[in-house]
T-cell receptor
């Protein structure tokens, strides 16, 4: 039972345009959401997070939006750069514990 | 120097062999985790430890065991490797002090079981 789903395995955008990566979840007991970025042959690195009490969190070119009623979050990257090409994982944390549940990942390719 | 170091980086082994993957960290974190990554399945938690005397099963612990030898060391063993354990394995740490539960990952071990 996949509680965190990233339905798009891949996304391709032009440099300078907006990249929007989506994530859906099923468990209403998730209270914190995180995005990780992973380059080939490296471990994932933390990118940005959002608490369930907020609907938006911004950090430079990266913004995460949370729609609790739809159980949906999205990561916006503006403007996209070739160095943003990586796999992006969405993750969620349950209120009752500290374990993270990850989505399947989305491969973002930013074309020059 | 990497804060979370995994050895080996790559390993090819045969079905039925016992192998150990090692993880050490210099971040001073109490919490350590082992994840497995398979294409199309994301990262799945195998085992985690919040302290030296604490070991907990994750989503997919069958066929694996762990040892927390010290605060800085957490090893993963495959007692009798099978081909469907071919995957990328990541060790991670966290300090548990923040709500975000931010994980710091090692560079991973590519394991192939023939």
């Amino acid at each position: 039972d996949q509680q965190v789903k990233q339905n798009s395995p891949s996304l391709s955008v032009q440099e300078g345009r907006i990249s929007i990566l989506n994530c859906d979840y099923t468990n209403s007991m998730f209270d914190y959401f995180l995005w990780y970025k992973k380059y080939p042959a490296e471990g994932p690195t933390f990118l940005i997070s959002i608490s369930s009490i907020k609907d938006k969190n911004e950090d430079g070119r990266f913004t995460v939006f949370l729609n609790k009623s739809a159980k949906h979050l999205s990561l916006h990257i503006v403007p996209s750069q070739p160095g943003d090409s990586a796999v992006y994982f969405c993750a969620a944390r349950l209120v009752s514990g500290s374990r993270l549940t990850f989505g399947e990942g989305t491969q973002l390719t930013v074309n020059p | 120097d990497a804060d979370v170091t995994q050895t080996p980086r790559n390993r090819i082994t045969k079905t039925g062999k016992r192998i150990m993957l090692e993880c050490s960290q210099t971040k001073g974190h109490d919490r350590m985790y082992w994840y497995r990554q398979d294409p199309g399945l994301g990262l799945r938690l195998i085992y985690y430890s919040f302290d030296v005397k604490d070991i907990n099963k994750g989503e997919i612990s069958d066929g694996y065991s762990v040892s927390r030898q010290a605060q800085a060391k957490f090893s993963l063993s495959l007692e009798s490797a099978i081909p469907n354990q071919t995957a990328f394995y990541f060790c991670a740490t966290s300090d548990g002090a923040t709500l975000a539960e931010k994980l710091f990952f090692g560079s991973g071990t590519q394991l192939s079981v023939l």
